[in-house]
T-cell receptor, first 114, second 114 residues
Framework: DVKVTQSSRYLVKRTGEKVFLECVQDMDHENMFWYRQDPGLGLRLIYF???????EKGDIPEGYSVSREKKERFSLILESASTNQTSMYLC?????????????FGPGTRLTVL | AQSVTQLGSHVSVSEGALVLLRCNYSSSVPPYLFWYVQYPNQGLQLLLKYTSAATLVKGINGFEAEFKKSETSFHLTKPSAHMSDAAEYFC????????????FGTGTRLTIIP
């Protein structure tokens, strides 16, 4: 089974802090994604990566950056956390373009910024 | 770009009744389509997917969905609701072939009435 893990289930940070959310997948998938989930808005794509050191902006990249130094690990960085970044963050991975685009999700990190 | 519309942000059904969750997509070519389920404080789990084979797709936990190209719909059904079906359900559509992104609907929260 594909396993996607996220470093924390719950996280509380203060405004202005630098926040790192880590995601690791164990199935050698090429693609990795970061979403945020808010009530009534569904999942919105922040960034995705289709290869090591490659990244592309999603629909809402402002205030976020990402890092992918190894194929299995994809990090989301909040350079200076703000209260409007309080949300559920979901990481996902998928095989390369020859697949059917099915994404496999981690359990999520619920981030609260005070 | 693709878009997905889920009619009804909240749906309530009685235990044992039919479950019908609606999903419509915009696409000029038959896409890949997915239904995911999210239980409280968990990540998303794949229920079923359409990848241009049979138009009636069977998934886990007794759910199924029918791809109707003429109606651009992919509604999710289950003949008899169970208390354990209470969750949030997301419909998703792939972007054009060769693009690994998924576009998600805003979700439908299903409540089961005892």
């Amino acid at each position: 089974d594909v396993k996607v893990t996220q470093s924390s289930r719950y996280l509380v940070k203060r405004t202005g802090e630098k926040v790192f959310l880590e995601c690791v997948q164990d199935m050698d998938h090429e693609n990795m994604f970061w979403y945020r989930q808010d009530p009534g808005l569904g999942l919105r794509l922040i960034y995705f990566s289709y290869d090591v050191k490659m990244k592309e902006k999603g629909d809402i990249p402002e205030g976020y950056s990402v890092s992918r130094e190894k194929k299995e690990r994809f990090s989301l960085i909040l350079e200076s956390a703000s209260t409007n970044q309080t949300s559920m963050y979901l990481c996902a991975s998928s095989p390369d373009y020859r697949s059917d685009n099915e994404q496999f999700f981690g359990p999520g990190t619920r981030l609260t910024v005070l | 770009a693709q878009s997905v519309t889920q009619l009804g942000s909240h749906v309530s059904v009685s235990e044992g009744a039919l479950v019908l969750l609606r999903c419509n997509y915009s696409s000029s070519v038959p896409p890949y389509l997915f239904w995911y389920v999210q239980y409280p404080n968990q990540g998303l789990q794949l229920l079923l997917k359409y990848t241009s084979a049979a138009t009636l797709v069977k998934g886990i936990n007794g759910f199924e969905a029918e791809f109707k190209k003429s109606e651009t719909s992919f509604h999710l059904t289950k003949p008899s609701a169970h208390m354990s079906d209470a969750a949030e359900y997301f419909c998703a559509v792939s972007d054009d072939f060769g693009n690994e992104k998924l576009t998600f609907g805003t979700g439908t929260r299903l409540t089961i009435i005892p």
